[in-house]
């Protein structure tokens, strides 16, 4: 059953100095929040794992929380380059940070098997492509072709995602921790129940919650920790609560592009805060 | 020559819109993409179905998103799939008539490098974002279309890595890889219009904008370039296409 405590409670409790860490949502309900906390305490050498390390994992790299990064797109979306994630990949600062890199349909598929307890994911995808020959963090190839034996096609095959703990931000939790989410729900769903630990931030918590039409509804019981945190996913948005901030994405290119105005960013709107 | 009264984005904006019909399912990425079925929308497609990669299946933003998961196209969506269903049930069986996708670095057989600039991957001279969606929506719609500025360092014989295969080396690449898509059918960028040769495969200058001539095409392309016997002059953008490409740019976020 799902434990209600604060945000600086469900990441002490929850991850640890290199562990997988995915945080997940899809432009909209990003836990740019629960990413603030984990820079406040510190952690590293963390394996990053997300579709689109997007500015919260702009963030994480260049406070020097990771040295892996497991992705498929890393951009700042609309607004252009994430400066951070290019520094450490093309100059190594401020650590090197290897990398395993996927398409969007291969993650996603990647997360589904992990959710589904499977080792690993079919797909048409991948052929062709530069991505195909790419080892993953364990020195293997990362995507690799099967047979299918019903119609001889070959297919891409993709590992299962395993992260030590999923973490996203959703709309609305009970007292009992059953978490609802609904507008685009990404891939949240998949690595909460593909991961072994998980925590939820959330808007509020409610005494009982209110069907939504398109809503997901993560059953107490499969989520580790909750913790309440309005406005938690700023810059990004909440859908119903929020407007994504688009100025802030605009804004993170020049702050993202120059170290020491990332550092003073770093300390005064993370660190201080 | 006199000020024509528009921009070559302009110009290619509308040209690109024009290249999506009415009615079509078109799966849409952000940036000139989504500007140019935006407008299509909003001029001679009102009907045409825009699917964003976020999940949002009929997205009818009154503004332009910034990105592909602005609240606005879960709000005007006929419905919102999660991100495992968009890729699986909705791109991969080829359920979708047009990919629209940009490009950093673009070759002679239309594939697409949006990952690395650099012979080398690791410790590459310019990391860009990488595939995202763009891989499998060359691979699976049932075309692509692709709108990119041109210059001679986008535009080369090879990319320095295929994150979207288009025809790969040559003719009976896609077969061979099990493509199921038609692959890209025009490349519409800041000069003209691009087609893959039927036979070849290979990029060939077919459409000109007005005033912009086949030197200055071949200036900005970085290989021997191809051209139709008699290329065509593109229409210029109509000034109700303009006025609605203008009123989509001004629109501020709201309801």
Request: hydrophobic residues 45%.
């Amino acid at each position: 059953m799902a434990e209600i405590v604060s945000l600086a409670d469900a990441v002490a409790a929850a991850i640890h100095d290199g562990d997988a860490v995915a945080m997940e949502g899809f432009t909209h309900l990003i836990p740019f929040a629960a990413g603030h906390e984990v820079i406040r305490q510190g952690r590293h050498d963390l394996t990053l794992i997300r579709m689109t390390p997007d500015v919260i994992y702009d963030q994480l790299i260049g406070a020097g929380c990771a040295s892996k990064l497991v992705f498929s797109w890393g951009g700042n979306p609309g607004a252009g380059s994430l400066h951070r994630f290019r520094d450490a990949i093309e100059n190594g600062w401020p650590a090197p940070l290897e990398t395993e890199e996927h398409s969007h349909a291969g993650m996603v598929n990647r997360y589904v098997a992990g959710a589904s307890g499977i080792p690993f994911a079919v797909l048409r995808g991948y052929a062709g492509t530069g991505l195909e020959g790419l080892p993953g963090l364990n020195g293997q190839p990362a995507v690799r072709r099967v047979t299918c034996p019903f119609t001889g096609e070959s297919l891409a095959a993709v590992a299962a995602l395993r992260p030590d703990v999923a973490v996203i931000h959703a709309q609305r939790a009970d007292r009992t921790g059953n978490v609802q989410l609904w507008g685009i729900t990404g891939v949240q769903k998949e690595a909460v129940l593909a991961a072994r630990r998980s925590i939820v931030t959330v808007e509020e918590i409610v005494a009982e919650l209110i069907p939504q039409p398109g809503a997901i509804v993560l059953p107490g019981w499969t989520v580790g920790y909750v913790a309440p945190v309005p406005g938690g996913a700023h810059p990004s948005y909440a859908l119903g609560y929020s407007s994504r901030d688009n100025d802030y994405y605009v804004a993170w290119t020049a702050i993202s592009r120059d170290r020491e105005r990332f550092r003073q960013w770093l300390a005064t709107e993370v660190l201080a805060a | 020559m006199s000020t024509p009264g528009y921009t070559l984005d302009e110009m290619m904006t509308s040209c690109a819109a024009r290249a999506l019909r009415d009615g079509m399912t078109c799966f849409v990425g952000i940036g000139l993409p989504s500007v140019a079925a935006n407008l299509a929308r909003a001029t001679h497609a009102p009907g045409l179905v825009l699917i964003y990669e976020s999940g949002t299946i009929g997205a009818k933003p009154g503004w332009l998103p910034l990105s592909i998961g602005d609240g606005v196209l879960a709000e005007t969506a006929d419905t919102v799939v999660s991100v495992p269903e968009i890729f699986n049930y909705w791109l991969q069986p080829g359920r979708i008539d047009a990919g629209f996708l940009g490009a950093g670095q673009i070759d002679r057989f239309a594939n697409i490098n949006t990952t690395v600039i650099g012979a080398q991957y690791t410790g590459p001279k310019v990391r860009l974002p990488g595939a995202g969606g763009a891989s499998e929506i060359a691979a699976c719609c049932r075309e692509v279309i692709v709108v990119a500025r041109q210059s001679p360092r986008s535009f080369v014989d090879r990319v320095d890595f295929v994150t979207s295969v288009g025809y790969g080396s040559g003719p009976g690449d896609r077969e061979r890889l099990g493509l199921t898509g038609a692959g890209p059918r025009r490349v519409i960028t800041d000069l003209g219009v691009l087609e893959p040769d039927p036979v070849t495969c290979e990029l060939t200058l077919t459409g000109l904008y007005p005033g912009v001539s086949i030197d200055q095409v071949r200036a900005q392309t970085g290989w021997e370039l191809a051209v139709a016997p008699s290329p065509a002059v593109l229409p210029a953008p109509a000034p109700a296409e303009l006025a609605a490409l203008r009123a989509l740019h001004a629109a501020a976020p709201g309801l």
